[in-house]
């Protein structure tokens, strides 16, 4: 690494925070990094907090206050974990003070603050990247690799949900997920976010979409404290007062995509059963993938050209060399896990900001998500098809 380093600014502690802290630390051990990331300071609304999580992670200083990490002049890398209300905030603040940024998705709340976003990010000539992890699963990569090598023809259908449960329980507390004003949209903008976002990677921009929200439970316990993402198992506790949901509970739409292709998705926090149940299936011409999250290590490809009667789906253990992140971790056959999507993103955020190339997904390209997410909440409201 010949000495050059990076610091960095993260801002958030939560779930999200940890994430990225593990993928700071470990990068470098893996990766043949041309800057080595320094954990300079960790900000989140509770000093205490903060500190604690500081000593946990191996930051070297803690905050209350994100405009002191964004002011600091031995900063190069603000890394927003926060909530989505501030996320537009603190980018536009970070890319005038010359900061590079990682912002975790969806980007902002609606296009206007990500259009925001993305004039500070061009105007500043810094490097900017939408923390759409599951980009870096490498299976994922390799079927980016499969429709890029023409290996499944032309795109017909992009079928994708996220379906989770945690919070089908009725006395699951008001977390901020689930407060409009500082989340933007529910599981539409938290999970379909994801989806949308592979659908654009793989196959193509979405012009236009009809789509339907629901919420299932309109009350919850305000949280007496702030916790995981499960009621049941020593996360989030609520009291007995009750405020109201304000976001979508389960989101579905259709999509029209520019090359011709068609996409359901769907998203749901009450899909029981589901606790992290990430799928898309890709159909082509020539052949087809499919992915499943929770089978992280694997892809399902069908070979139309294979001969008659030795035809169906076979299933790649993507854990060889030659695959897209394997070589930096296990011989082939040893697997890797959620967390090394976000080591994965670290070094390529790390190296890019040396090259200063950019690093995808971009802040525009977060952007052309939210426009897909804004569109499908236009649709909602009106039942009818809405141009993105």
């Known amino acids: 690494m010949a000495g050059k380093t990076i ?7 939560g779930f999200m925070g940890k994430a990225h802290s593990n993928g700071y630390l470990s990068a470098p051990r893996y990766f043949n990094l041309k800057a080595e990331p320094v954990l300079k300071v960790v900000c989140g609304l509770e000093a205490d907090v903060a500190a604690a999580f500081a000593e946990q992670w191996g930051w070297e200083s803690s905050t209350s206050d994100w405009r002191e990490v964004v002011g600091r002049d031995d900063i190069d890398l603000v890394d927003i974990s926060t909530p989505n209300n501030v996320h537009k905030e603190i980018a536009v603040a970070a890319a005038q003070a010359g900061k590079h940024i990682m912002c975790e998705k969806p980007l902002a709340m609606n296009a206007a603050e990500g259009e925001a ?3 500070a990010a061009a105007a500043a000539k810094i490097v900017n990247m939408v923390n759409h992890n599951y980009r ?4 994922v990569a390799l079927a980016k690799q499969m429709i890029d090598a023409g290996e499944l023809g032309d795109i017909y259908h992009f079928r994708g949900v996220y379906l ?3 919070i089908v329980d009725p006395e699951f507390p008001l977390v901020w997920r689930l407060r409009k004003e500082l989340t933007g949209s529910g599981v539409h903008g938290d999970l379909n976010a994801h989806i949308i976002d592979l659908a654009l990677w793989l196959v193509g921009g979405i012009t236009e979409v009809t789509g339907m929200m629901k919420t299932f439970i309109t009350e919850r316990p305000l949280p007496s404290e702030e916790g995981s993402l499960a009621a049941k198992s020593g996360g989030a506790k609520g009291g007995k007062k009750m405020g109201k949901v304000t976001v979508d509970d389960a ?3 259709l999509a029209r995509f520019k ?3 068609i996409g359901t998705f769907e998203s749901s926090r009450f899909a029981t059963g589901r606790r992290n149940g990430q799928r898309f299936e890709i159909n082509g011409s020539k052949g087809s993938i499919v992915f499943e999250l929770e089978r992280l290590n694997e892809l399902q490809f069908y070979n139309h050209s294979d001969a008659t009667g030795r035809q169906g789906f076979r299933l790649i253990q993507v854990t060889e060399p030659s695959h897209p992140y394997i070589a930096n971790y296990w011989p082939a056959g040893h697997i890797i896990g959620w967390e090394h999507t976000f080591i994965n993103a670290v070094a390529d955020v790390i190296n890019g900001i040396v090259a200063q190339k950019d690093v995808h997904p971009t802040f525009a390209e977060g952007l052309a998500t939210q426009r897909v997410l804004d569109a499908v909440e236009q649709s909602a409201a009106s039942g009818r098809w809405v141009s993105v």
Request: proline residues 4%; aromatic residues 14%; hydrophobic residues 50%.
């Open 136 to 139: 870096r699963v490498p299976a």
């Open 117 to 119: 976003m993305v004039k």
């Open 259 to 261: 090359g011709g292709a």
């Open 7 to 13: 610091n960095v600014g993260l801002i958030g502690y």
């Open 251 to 253: 989101t579905a739409f």
């Open 164 to 166: 989770q449960d945690w």
